[in-house]
């Protein structure tokens, strides 16, 4: 059974840079599923940052696509998120996901979520 | 973007209830409509996908419909473990919207 588990500074100032990784145990990150990341801002509803193949391909949300970028190691069974320039907007709890491989898009398998707080 | 809009945004039900929650989808997504259950402080939890496909493991009770512009997410009869917030997402066309959510309480 696939696990993930974000993890990151929980704190980022403004105007800098947010970097998280998740870590997928249990499954191959290298295998026939995309892998994605959502944000939820406090008391509200849930937002898709983009996903991620292991081949490195690539989809985002265009509101935030001049500041994101996903990568992925497959070496240590990982992906991340950088979100450069990150406002007080920005703060929101972040989930790393496995994607259905029965239909596109849609994350099946998520992590517990960690909190990204943007403030000085 | 497509944006969804589900109906209502808060409903109050009894243990044994049956409910519907809505979503409208602000062009046609074909049937490339998933359900999301979240519980306080918890990740999402995947339930329905391609409208009315129950994941593994998701109870009977749910059930999901529709197509084109209009979904429903039913519950037959509410179990205590049912209260949580609902969220249907598109899988249509990226970016992958979800609705604002349905937070379903106990009467």
């Known amino acids: 059974q696939v696990q993930l588990q974000e993890s990151g500074p929980g704190l980022v100032k403004p105007s800098e840079t947010l970097s998280l990784t998740c870590v997928v145990s249990g499954d191959s990150i290298a295998t026939s599923y995309w892998w994605t990341w959502v944000r939820q801002p406090p008391g509200k509803g849930l937002e898709w940052i983009g996903e991620i193949y292991y081949s490195g391909d690539t989809n985002y949300n265009p509101s935030l696509k001049t500041r994101v970028t996903l990568s992925v190691d497959r070496s240590k069974n990982q992906f991340s998120l950088r979100l450069s320039s990150v406002t007080a907007a920005d703060t929101a709890v972040y989930f790393c996901?496995?994607?259905?491989?029965?239909?596109?898009?849609?994350?099946?398998?998520w992590g517990q979520g960690t909190r990204v707080t943007v403030s000085s | 973007d497509i944006q969804l809009t589900q109906s209502p945004s808060f409903l109050t039900a009894s243990v044994g209830d049956r409910v519907t929650i809505t979503c409208r989808a602000s062009?046609?997504?074909?049937?490339?409509v998933n359900w999301y259950q979240q519980k306080p402080g918890k990740a999402p939890k995947f339930l329905i996908f391609g409208v009315s496909n129950l994941r593994s493991g998701v109870p009977s009770r749910f059930s999901g419909s529709g197509s084109g512009t209009d979904f429903t997410l039913t519950i037959s009869s509410l179990q205590p473990e049912d209260f949580a917030t609902y969220y249907c997402?598109?899988?249509?066309?990226?970016?992958?919207?979800f609705g604002q959510g349905t937070e379903l309480d106990m009467k």
């Open positions: 996901a496995r994607n259905s491989q029965t239909i596109v898009g849609a994350p099946a398998d």
């Open positions: 997402q598109q899988s249509y066309s990226i970016p992958y919207t």
């Open positions: 062009q046609s997504i074909s049937r490339y």
